[in-house]
C-alpha cells in the first residue's frame, strides 16, 4: 500500500487529463469527485476510476465539452440531457441549479438522463446542505449493468441503485447517508480483487444461488450477482427500496428502467433539494438536530462499541485522518495509473 496526498493525487489525475486535452474545468470537477472520494475512505469511488475515465474517453463514452441541455422545465424542476458527457460535471451542474430553484420555490427537483456513471452520490448532496438545504440523490445505471439480484432470484436484474441525503447543521460537518441498495457497492468488489482479498459471505451468489468469496467471480461468465443489502433475512427490504431508486432514477427521468446488457451504462440520476429555510429558520432546525443526535449518542453502548456515530461521521473522520496521515492507494490502482 502506497500513500500519498489528496494534493498528490490531484495532480496526478490533472495531468493524465491534460493530456487528453480534456478542459481545464471539467478536469478540475472529476478530478475533485475522485479524490473527494478518497478523502472519505470510499475508495471504491476514488482514483481507482482514473483508468475507466481514460478508457472511456478513448473509446468514445464519454464526451468532453458536452452541453448539458435542458429537455424541459418550470419554476421547480427540470429534466436534463446530459449529452454523455463526464458524469460528475453534469450530476454538479444539475445539483446546483436544483439549489437555485429551491431558493424561489422551497423544494425543486432536477431530473437527468444520458449521463455516465457521476461516483460518489454524496459530494453532490453535500453541495446542498453547504447551502443550508436538504439534498437527496438517487441513480441507477441507465437501464445498463444488470448486477444484483432481486430478492429471491439468482440473476442480475437490478444495478446498485445508490442513493444519498446530505442534512445540514449550523457550525458542523453535515449528516450524510451515501449507501448502494445492494449489500455493497460494485466498486468495493474491485477494492478487494485489487488486493487480492477474499469476499465476506453474503456479498456474492454464483449462477447455482450459492454464495462465492471470490471476487474474480462478479467479472466471470455468467457473473456472479450481488445480494441486495439486508441479508438473508431482509434483503427483501433493500429489494423493494432498490426498485423505488431504480423507478425515479430511471423511469421518472427517461433513462430508464434496469433492463440488461443491451443498454447504455451510465447513470439516470434524480435530484431533489429541499430549502430548509423555507420551513423555519434555519438555526432552530439545526439546534434540533443536534439535541437528536445528542439523544442517540446518549444510549448506552454495546460492549465492544467505543462510540455511536450517525450516518457520514466516520467519513469526516477518515477524512480528517488521511489528510494527517495521508491517502492509502493499493499497488494494483497504483501500478494501472502508472501504466497511464
Known sequence: MLTFT??????ICLSVFQKLNIPTAEAEVV????????????????????????????DGLIQPGAPTET???????????????FGPVIATRAVEMAIQKAKQTDISSVAVSRC????RLGGYACLAADAEMIGLLMANDHGGGACVA???GVEGRLSTNPMACAVPIERQDPIVLDMSTSVVASGKIRVKQHHNEALPHG??????????????????????ALLPFGGSVSEHKGFGLSVIVDILSGALTGAGCSKGEDARVGNGLFVLVINVVSFRGFPGFSAEIQRFVDYLKSAKRAAEVNAIRVPGERGWEEQRR???????????????????
Open 150 to 152: 432481486p430478492h429471491g
Open 203 to 224: 456479498w456474492l451468489i454464483d449462477a447455482e444461488g450459492k454464495s462465492t468469496t471470490n471476487p474474480d467471480d462478479f467479472y466471470g461468465v455468467p457473473p456472479a
Open 116 to 119: 455516465n456513471e457521476v461516483g
Open 6 to 11: 489528496a494534493e498528490e493525487l490531484t495532480e
Open 71 to 85: 429537455l424541459h422545465e418550470s419554476a421547480s424542476i427540470a429534466v436534463l440531457d446530459g449529452n454523455w458527457g
Open 322 to 340: 488521511r489528510e494527517r496521515e495521508g491517502i492509502p492507494i493499493d499497488i494494483e490502482t497504483w501500478a494501472q495509473i502508472q501504466a497511464l
Open 31 to 58: 478530478t475533485k469527485s475522485m479524490v473527494d472520494a478518497n478523502r472519505v475512505g470510499h475508495d471504491s469511488h476514488g482514483v481507482i476510476h482514473l483508468t475507466k475515465y481514460v478508457r472511456e474517453l478513448e
